[in-house]
């Protein structure tokens, strides 16, 4: 199924890394979000358990590991192109946890890496 223009939504996972009080977020470097800041995560792939790909991806990203995980919310994630057609449609399932190791370093779609606290996220 293609991830633009697609003919039903797209299982998204997002995973929130806590380390103390500090967030781990991602820049992206492909469409939809291209260069913007966002929680590491990505597609979910068939025959995938959800908590499997919430590791999976944060691996993929950034090169991290996680202890438990608890699903801590959804976002349906959709984009319009001019025309108001859906160019990307994501309902997006975001699950949290405690860094617990490895060394962070951006890889896959990931152009950089940061460890951002709340009152930091605008900026």
Do not use: C, K, N
């Amino acid at each position: 199924m293609s991830r633009e223009y697609p003919e039903q939504p797209r299982v998204g996972i997002g995973i929130v890394v806590l380390r103390g009080d500090a967030v781990l977020l991602v820049r992206r470097g492909r469409p939809p979000a291209l260069g913007r800041w966002s929680l590491p995560g990505g597609g979910q792939e068939l025959g995938e358990m959800a908590e499997e790909a919430a590791r999976r991806e944060l691996r993929e990203e950034t090169g991290l590991d996680v202890g438990g995980l608890v699903l801590a919310g959804h976002v349906d994630s959709i984009h319009r192109d001019a025309e108001g057609r859906v160019r990307f449609h994501y309902t997006i399932l975001d699950f949290a946890g405690r860094y617990t190791g490895g060394e962070a370093r951006p890889g896959d779609d990931v152009t950089a890496i940061a460890w951002a606290r709340p009152e930091e996220f605008d900026a």
